[in-house]
Nanobody, 118 residues
């Protein structure tokens, strides 16, 4: 199984982006997004289980949403009202644990860079 993240880019503050993460094979039950900003530790953003459970980090839950297409083995991260502090490399990951802990995810995509700047 491989994960391919896409959709990153340069966006102005207040703008929107939608990230996609496609699994080439059958993904584990949980697909998640993490991010790592410049000089920062990697942090949890959002996750979705194959059973329909979702969880979004408090820091972004009023602006970000996650959705999943199980038929396509793809998870999406819709990001609205983007702020400069959202600038990060966004990674998707898959695992069996519905958890915000990155070390529980065994498979990671390559990351996609989101830059929020005017």
């Amino acid at each position: 199984v491989q994960l391919q993240a896409s959709g990153g880019g340069l966006v102005q503050p207040g703008g929107s982006l939608r990230l996609s993460c496609a699994a080439s094979g059958r993904a584990y039950s949980v697909l998640a997004w993490f991010r790592q900003g410049p000089g920062k530790d990697r942090e949890f953003v959002a996750m979705s289980s194959s059973g329909g459970n979702e969880h979004i980090a408090d820091s972004v839950k009023d602006r970000f949403s996650i959705s999943r297409d199980n038929a396509k083995n793809t998870v999406y991260l819709q990001m609205n009202s983007l702020k400069p502090e959202d600038t990060s490399v966004y990674y998707c990951a898959t695992g069996n644990a519905f958890s915000t802990l990155d070390w529980l995810y065994g498979l990671w995509g390559q990351g996609t860079l989101v830059t929020v700047s005017s």
